[in-house]
């Protein structure tokens, strides 16, 4: 038996009680195989996982931008449990509704 096909099978004979306690919760949501492939990644290394809420804050930070009128900051921080000094540092390299740019100026050509 190739040691591949032995490592495969070990795996497939690994349960649950097999897994130390603490990593146990983590089985339980992604399974045995998984955590096998996060271990195999790690080496050994532990793992840092962001809250979800750092996570997702790219996508809130994109839809803000797109529902962002130029008037809603305040609906918009209610709207995203956040404060409208957050809003305002999410929206502050947006330009104003409204404003053009000086790309946008013609130059009398």
Do not use: C, H
Request: charged share 30%.
């Amino acid at each position: 038996m190739a040691a591949d096909e032995l490592t495969r099978a070990l795996i497939e004979e690994t349960t649950l009680e097999d897994i130390s306690e603490s990593y146990r919760p983590v089985v339980e949501i992604i399974g045995i195989e998984k955590f096998i492939e996060l271990s195999e990644y790690a080496k050994g290394d532990e793992l840092y996982f962001p809250k979800t809420e750092n996570i997702i804050a790219p996508a809130r930070n994109r839809r803000i931008k797109k529902e962002w009128n130029g008037y809603n900051s305040k609906q918009l921080a209610e709207k995203y449990n956040l404060t409208t000094k957050q809003i305002g540092n999410i929206l502050k390299d947006e330009p104003m509704i409204g404003q053009m740019s000086l790309f946008d100026m013609d130059n009398g050509e």
